[in-house]
Structure formats: structure tokens, C-alpha cells
């Protein structure tokens, strides 16, 4: 069984404004403004793929609950 954290399906870009847009194969499902930027800017600056894809995952609420 492959994790679907392992495909990198999620993707984020900072805006010259500050807001973070988050997106999901290609297509834009979130954006953060003000301290959510912020702190997942924060958060994901130096963090290995698959943990970066975790916390796009969570910032979307789209991922799996338990297993």
C-alpha cells in the first residue's frame, strides 16, 4: 500500500502580500492570510517533503484521520 503523502499532491506559494495559496493537484483549494500565513510559513521552512505535504494536507483539511 503506497502513502499518499509520498506523490506530493499538495503544493504552496507566498504572495508578494503575504498570503500563502495552497493547492491540490494542480488546482488552488486554500488560502491563508494574516497569522495562518504566518505561522504555516512558520512551520514549513525547512521541513523534509513528506512532512511539507502533512502540513498542506492539515492547512486543507483534506487528509485521513487514523488508520
Do not use: H, Y
Not at 5 to 20: H, M, Q, S
Not at 30 to 49: N, S, Y
Request: hydrophobic share 35%.
Amino acid at each position: 500500500m503506497t502513502d499518499p503523502l509520498d506523490d506530493e499532491r499538495f503544493a504552496w506559494t507566498a504572495t508578494k502580500d503575504g498570503r500563502v495559496l495552497l493547492s491540490f493537484e494542480g488546482r488552488q483549494v486554500v488560502t491563508l492570510t494574516g497569522k495562518k500565513a504566518e505561522r504555516f510559513r512558520a512551520r514549513i521552512e525547512g521541513v523534509d517533503p513528506r512532512r511539507a505535504q502533512l502540513l498542506m494536507a492539515k492547512a486543507t483539511g483534506n487528509f485521513k484521520r487514523g488508520g
